[in-house]
C-alpha cells in the first residue's frame, strides 16, 4: 500500500511539473514560489506572501502579486528601478529545466529561469 501511495504522490509531482503553462494558483504556489530563479542577465523570487523582487544587472523590480483564476496567469505591478510599472499578467509556464515567464498576458517577450541551487 505504501508502494501504492509513494507511486501516486511521484506520478502527481511529475505531471505538476511537465513543460507547459501553469494555470492553477495551487500549482503555481507549490512548485514556484520562495525560489530564487536565475535567467541571463538577472533573478527573480516571487514570494507567498504575495511580492516579487527581481534584479536586471542592478536594476530592481519590487512588486506585489497575485493569481488571476479567470486567467490562469500572475498578475503583478510595482516599481522597477524608480519607475512605477502598470498592472500587468504574465504566463508562467513549467520548460524542462525550470520555468518561463512571458510578459504582456503571453504576447511579449519570454524568459526562462532555472532554479538557484
Known amino acids: ?27 503555481f504556489r507549490a512548485h514556484a514560489l520562495d525560489r530564487l530563479w536565475l535567467a541571463d542577465g538577472g533573478q527573480v523570487e516571487i514570494f507567498s506572501d504575495g511580492t516579487l523582487r527581481a534584479d536586471w544587472a542592478g536594476r530592481i523590480l519590487n512588486a506585489e502579486w497575485v493569481w488571476d483564476d479567470e486567467r490562469g496567469m500572475m498578475c503583478r505591478e510595482g516599481v522597477f528601478d524608480g519607475e512605477p510599472r502598470p498592472y500587468e499578467c504574465q504566463v508562467i509556464a ?8 512571458t510578459r504582456f498576458a503571453g504576447r511579449g517577450p519570454t524568459f526562462t529561469f532555472v532554479e538557484a541551487e
Open 94 to 101: 513549467f520548460t524542462e529545466d525550470g520555468i518561463s515567464i
Open 1 to 27: 500500500m505504501r508502494w501504492l501511495l509513494a507511486t501516486m504522490c511521484l506520478t502527481h509531482a511529475a505531471l505538476a511539473q511537465a513543460p507547459g503553462p501553469i494555470t492553477s494558483e495551487e500549482v
